[in-house]
Structure formats: C-alpha cells, structure tokens
C-alpha cells in the first residue's frame, strides 16, 4: 500500500485535466494517473525532427462551455487562441466559410438547378440562431441556463429541438435535392446518422467557434497539468490502472491497482477513460445491472480517423498559398464513406481529405523555411485484418508499418489535388491508423470523441440519460466524453467540472464564479 489521496483521477484527458484543476484548487490531495507518457489523451501533440503535430484534435469549438471553464480556472486569456477559418473545395465549388450565407451563396452558384438549397440553409440559419441565443463562445449562458429566468426564453425551442435531433429530419430536408450523389452528400456528410441538429450546427461553428491554442495542442494541454501542479496536484505518467479494488461491504471503491499491482488507496475516485473497458474490465461486471452491461457492449462509438503526418521541405507561406486557411475539406467526389472492415482495399483514395495547417499560430512548428501538414479522414479499426497488424494487439508488425505508408500515399495523392508536387517536397512521414490511437488513448478501436450520434445505437437515445457520472460505487464517478452527451471536446470539458462539483458535494451545474 502507498499513499492515501482524497481524490485519485484516472486519465490525463482534458476531462480528467479539467477535474483535477478544480479539485485542486479546492484543496483536495489529488493524484492524476496516466497510462502515456505525457497529458492529452486525443488532443496530444508530437515532436519529430524539429516538427511538431497534432496527433488527434487539430482544433476545438468552446460553444460558451470551453473558455468559461478555463476563465474559470483563470487559465484564459483570449490572446492564447485563435480563430479557424474553413474553406470547402470540390470539382464544383471551393470557398471559405465566412458566413452561412456565403456558403449558401457558393452552393447555389455550384448548383444552379437544385432549388432545396435555399430551404436547407434557412433551417441551418434557424439552428445557428438557436445556438447564438443559447452557446455564446463568450459567456457562460449554458451554465446559467438552469435557473428559471434563463430557461423560459429558451423554452421556444424545444419544438424544433425535437425534430432537429433526429436524423429522418435531415434525410427528409435533403430529400429534396435532385442530383442523387449531391443528395448523399447532404444527408451524410459529418458523423454516420448525424441528426440534423449536428449537421445545421456543424455549419454554425466553422463559421464561429472554431479555435486554436497558439503554441500547439500539446503546449495548452501541458499548460493545464502544470497548473494543477502549481496548485499541489500530483501526477504519475506511464501508470496504467488495471482495475478498481472496491469494498462490497461498504459499497464504497477502496483503491486504484495499478498494472504493476501498487494499489493507490483514495477516498474518491474518477475514471475518465474508455467506457467500455470500465465496464467488465476496470470494474467487474457484476457490479453493474445485466441490462447495462447489454446496452454498453452494444453500443457503438464515435468515427475512427487516419492520420498523415508530414514535415515539408516547403516554407509555410507558399503551403498556405495552395491551402489558404488552416483548415480544408477537400471532396475528390460526392460519396460518403463510412469505411469499416468489409471496405475495399482502396476505400482511402475515395474518402474526403481534411488538410491542416498552422503556423502563424504555432512558431515552432517546422525548422526555418519548411513546414508542417496533417491530413486526415475516416478510417476503420478492424479494416484490412487490422491494418495488416492481423489482430487487435498493440505489438506492431513490418507489414503494418508498410501498408500505412501506403494508405498514407493514398491520402497524399487526394490532397496532391490542391498542393501540386506535394509528394516531392516530404522530409517527414508518419501515419496515425485507429490502431496507433488505440494504444495511446486506450479508447476502444481507437474511436475519437464518445458514443456514436446513429439514433438508433448510441446510448444515449436508448434511454440511459445525459449523465453517466454516476457508478455502481457512491465515491467513483466516471468523467469524460461517454459520461456526459453528446461527446468530444466540450462535453468531455464540462463533465471535467461537474464531475469536480460532484465529488466536492455541490450542485452539478453551481453557477460560474467570475475570477
Ligand atoms: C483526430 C481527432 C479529432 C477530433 N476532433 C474533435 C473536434 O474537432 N471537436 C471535438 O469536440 N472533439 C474532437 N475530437 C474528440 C475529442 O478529442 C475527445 O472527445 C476528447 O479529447 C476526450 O477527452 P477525454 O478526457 O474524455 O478522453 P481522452 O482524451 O480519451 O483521455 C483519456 C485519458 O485516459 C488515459 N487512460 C485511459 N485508460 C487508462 C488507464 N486504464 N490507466 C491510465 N490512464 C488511462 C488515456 O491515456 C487518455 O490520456 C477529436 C478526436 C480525435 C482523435
């Protein structure tokens, strides 16, 4: 037996970094337990021959949550981020995402004929309105919101919200476009089955609330550890927890028993990490109802992304004069992909190519005169017998290392379209698959941001709630993207908090001190 903390959390993600920020700055003892080498989880970045990259998140919406959360820890000044800009290309259209209307405007002029597209940005326009109202990046409405005064304005929009959360409403609004494969691209595009809501609101936050930290992902994610540090948070990285020792007597978790068998008594415990593995595998599944164990073993996750990551022997103004902005999605047709382990073997050629690009915000990203670009898009874990890895092992064979090279060119040649030469300017390669995120997040089949938006599978739809802090232990919370709905970034942020609250005996949602 080692030391006894108040408060032991289990991952280094922005939600268990979040977490232990604020327990520490309530004066708990605190220990954070990571299983890699550095904080992040999905949004670590990584430095390879004097270029740096973002291994996952290349970028973050705050959607009135993220900065009042970080003003809150007094970890926030605006200069620290800056504001993406989008740009859309395809055979038909290319340009930036300045204003809903604009976007409007270029889809229209790409597609004289198709008269539902005005229809389809009014509704965008409507939602857009609805997440102004209510999600200022600004301010902290959301968090107030659960007072009465705050709630009745908001009320009016509980009738859309309804339908605007299903699907069949974004397949019913793009039905009524003619060209078929313009049509697929309509109701697909985004996350598989993503209801309207999402894909309206996708628009909304390119446009408004897309940020980066200057520096890098990494340099913000160490800034939050360092922090808590400061405040006497403890931190133990390459610590892998194996499971949860808990006391059925007193229905209460004991301690954390880490792989290397030290047990790490705490009279609290968060669990920020892959939910699937907390159930039956950090915690025994017998503690659990069978219904749930039923609904969380079938429940499916979040899109898996490949990666590219290149240092180019091409100084950064002239990358950003093919480019043009940090972020592009480059469409090379109108088919939406959602490879899994029955695509072809040439599914990457075909997929959409999100090209990103910072530098301005980053000074340190490339040696002088050369630069840095990610590229990614959907991929699939089990694809390809795992990626040539023939298993689902974190051992990497040389077929693997060679066949993600080549999945990597794939991906070169879509954005070649864009950067011409770009394959004869590359001094550096690597590539991320759904595996090499796996290993270095633990999140089932390297899945990216929670449970999945298919209204027919996620848990969420079915019923278990908005809020999955609450375990079978009254002293273990879980935090994270699959505790809170509907996932990634802002959701994993906000569970940080209210998972804080929680274990500190206050109300969920306590009302924001201003710093
Ligand atoms: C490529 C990519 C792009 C994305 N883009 C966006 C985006 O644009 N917007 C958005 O909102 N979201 C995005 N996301 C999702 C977002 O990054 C995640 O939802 C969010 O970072 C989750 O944070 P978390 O703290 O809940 O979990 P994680 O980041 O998964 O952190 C969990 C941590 O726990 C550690 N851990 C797990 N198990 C153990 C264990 N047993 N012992 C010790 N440590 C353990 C892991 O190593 C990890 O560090 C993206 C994700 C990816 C991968």
Known sequence: MSDHYDVTIIGAGISGLICANYLARAGKRVLLVEQNHQPGGNMSGFRRR??????????????????????????????????????????????????????????REAFPRETAIPEIFDEVRRVSRFLDENYDPGSFPLLNHFRLRHLLPAAKWLPPLRKWLTFRYREKISSRIADPSLRTWFT?????????????????????????????????????????????????????????DVDERSRRARAVVTAAGEEIAADQIVYSGDYKRFVGDILEERHFKPRFVKKIREADLTEEIFSVYLGLDMPPEELFGHVGTQHVFLFPNYDVIFPDERSPRDVHSRMWVALNVFHGENDD??????????????????????WHNAGDSDERREEYTRFKREIANELIATAERLIPGLSERIEYLDAGTPLSLKRYTRNTDGSTGGWCYDDRVSPVYRSLGFNMFRTPFSNLHAAGHYALWPGGVISATLSGRMVANRVLGRRLLARMEQP
Not at 60 to 65: P, R
Not at 95 to 103: M, N, P, T
Not at 365 to 386: C, D, H, I, M
Request: hydrophobic residues 40%.
């Open 50 to 107: 004097g270029f740096y990259f973002d291994a996952g998140d290349q970028s973050f919406e705050s959607l009135g949550i993220v900065f009042p959360i970080l003003r809150e820890l007094g970890l926030y000044d605006p200069a620290d981020f800056t504001q993406l800009r989008y740009r859309m290309v395809s055979d038909d259209f290319d340009f930036y995402l300045d204003s809903i209307d604009g976007a409007e405007g270029a889809l």
């Open 188 to 244: 697909h595009i985004g996350y598989r089955r993503m209801p309207f809501l999402f894909f309206a609101g996708f628009w909304h936050i390119w446009i408004n609330d897309y940020w980066y930290p200057n520096g890098g992902m990494q340099a913000f994610l160490n800034k939050l550890a360092a922090s808590f540090e400061e405040h006497g948070g403890e931190i133990r990285y390459k610590t892998m927890v194996d499971h949860i």
């Open 365 to 386: 990203a490339a040696p002088e005169g050369k630069s840095t670009l990610v590229l990614q898009t959907y991929s699939s874990y089990r694809w390809e017998n795992y």
